[in-house]
């Protein structure tokens, strides 16, 4: 059940590169957009805002439960998958709201560079706008 701090979306991502520090590395996903369910918690329990979703890696070699601080862009997220997700911007269309920004994610089995990718949520509640407003969980730099 959806509360007024509580909506769920879809978290479309896609892969953009893999780098460390100042050095590049091959690709290492494909570029296709994958979709998943996410609950956002603005906030939750805790008085933290979060995203909460069964996070995939592309090549589907990881997968578990995330919950990130959309506070806290610092890598957070579950003891296996870190991730430092970063809210841009959003854009209300008819009775939805999507959601766009950037994360990175760094997987603890590997520790051999940062994956970034950019996504999007697409979320259909536009109470989400005020919550977010609310929240200052857009950055504007």
Do not use: W
């Not at 590395?25 to 609950?39: A, E, G, I, Q, W």
């Not at 603005?42 to 995939?56: G, Q, R, S, Y």
């Not at 870190?82 to 766009?100: Q, T, W």
């Amino acid at each position: 059940m959806e509360t007024n701090n509580t909506f769920k979306g879809k978290f479309n991502y896609t892969y953009i590169e893999t780098g460390y520090n100042d050095q590049n590395f091959n690709k290492v996903y494909d570029t296709l957009t994958r979709s998943l369910d996410c609950v956002l918690l603005l906030p939750n329990e805790n008085n933290k805002c979060v995203i909460e979703m069964n996070f995939e890696t592309p090549d589907s070699k990881h997968k578990d439960l995330i919950s990130s601080d959309l506070k806290n862009i610092i890598l957070n997220g579950s003891d296996l998958l870190y991730l430092g997700i970063h809210l841009k911007s959003y854009k209300e269309l008819n009775k939805s709201v999507i959601l766009y920004g950037d994360f990175i994610l760094e997987i603890n089995d590997e520790m051999d560079g940062y994956h970034m990718f950019n996504f999007s949520i697409e979320i259909e509640n536009r109470e989400i706008i005020n919550a977010i407003e609310n929240q200052k969980l857009i950055s504007t730099t």
